[in-house]
T-cell receptor, first 112, second 112 residues
Framework: DQQVKQNSPSLSVQEGRISILNCDYTNSMFDYFLWYKKYPAEGPTFLIS?????DKNEDGRFTVFLNKSAKHLSLHIVPSQPGDSAVYFC???????????FGKGTHLIIQP | DADVTQTPRNRITKTGKRIMLECSQTKGHDRMYWYRQDPGLGLRLIYYSFDVKDINKGEISDGYSVSRQAQAKFSLSLESAIPNQTALYFC???????????FGSGTRLTVV
């Protein structure tokens, strides 16, 4: 049973526009959420995180929103740049697990 | 030097062969993890270790074994490789929930 779900395998956005990547979770015990970015032939790198006691965290062009009642979080990238083209993984900590639980990833493609 | 180093970067091996993937980290963290990535399946946990004497199975440990030789070293072995173990393997280390993971660059393993 998948506890962290990224239902969009891919997303195409025009350069300069907003990219919105979505993530849903089922385990109400998750208490910390992270987004990772992965380029081909490289390991995932940490992008931004949010604690369950917050509903928003912002870092430059990246903002993560958390809606606990809906068990939903989203990553907003504004404005989108060509270097943002990558696979983005949503991950959650807690819920009785001893490490991060990852979603399947969303491949973001920024078109010129 | 990278915080987390994986060797080899690429490996092709034959069915039935034993192979070891190595991981070392310079972060000084106690927690280390092995994940595999398959297209459309995201990152799945194979084994994890919270210190040298602590080894735990993850979601997909069958067919794999690990050794934690030191705080900085965590190796993954395939005792008898099979083709469905063809995947991208990532090692990661963590200082705890608020630190997320630091990943290595990955090992691309092909079993023919």
């Amino acid at each position: 049973d998948q506890q962290v779900k990224q239902n969009s395998p891919s997303l195409s956005v025009q350069e300069g526009r907003i990219s919105i990547l979505n993530c849903d979770y089922t385990n109400s015990m998750f208490d910390y959420f992270l987004w990772y970015k992965k380029y081909p032939a490289e390991g995932p790198t940490f992008l931004i995180s949010i604690s369950s006691i917050k509903d928003k965290n912002e870092d430059g062009r990246f903002t993560v929103f958390l809606n606990k009642s809906a068990k939903h979080l989203s990553l907003h990238i504004v404005p989108s740049q060509p270097g943002d083209s990558a696979v983005y993984f949503c991950a959650a900590w807690g819920g009785g697990a001893d490490g991060l639980t990852f979603g399947k990833g969303t491949h973001l493609i920024i078109q010129p | 030097d990278a915080d987390v180093t994986q060797t080899p970067r690429n490996r092709i091996t034959k069915t039935g062969k034993r192979i070891m993937l190595e991981c070392s980290q310079t972060k000084g963290h106690d927690r280390m993890y092995w994940y595999r990535q398959d297209p459309g399946l995201g990152l799945r946990l194979i084994y994890y270790s919270f210190d040298v004497k602590d080894i735990n199975k993850g979601e997909i440990s069958d067919g794999y074994s690990v050794s934690r030789q030191a705080q900085a070293k965590f190796s993954l072995s395939l005792e008898s490789a099979i083709p469905n173990q063809t995947a991208l393997y990532f090692c990661a280390t963590s200082g705890g929930v608020n630190y997320g993971y630091t990943f290595g660059s990955g090992t691309r393993l092909t079993v023919v």
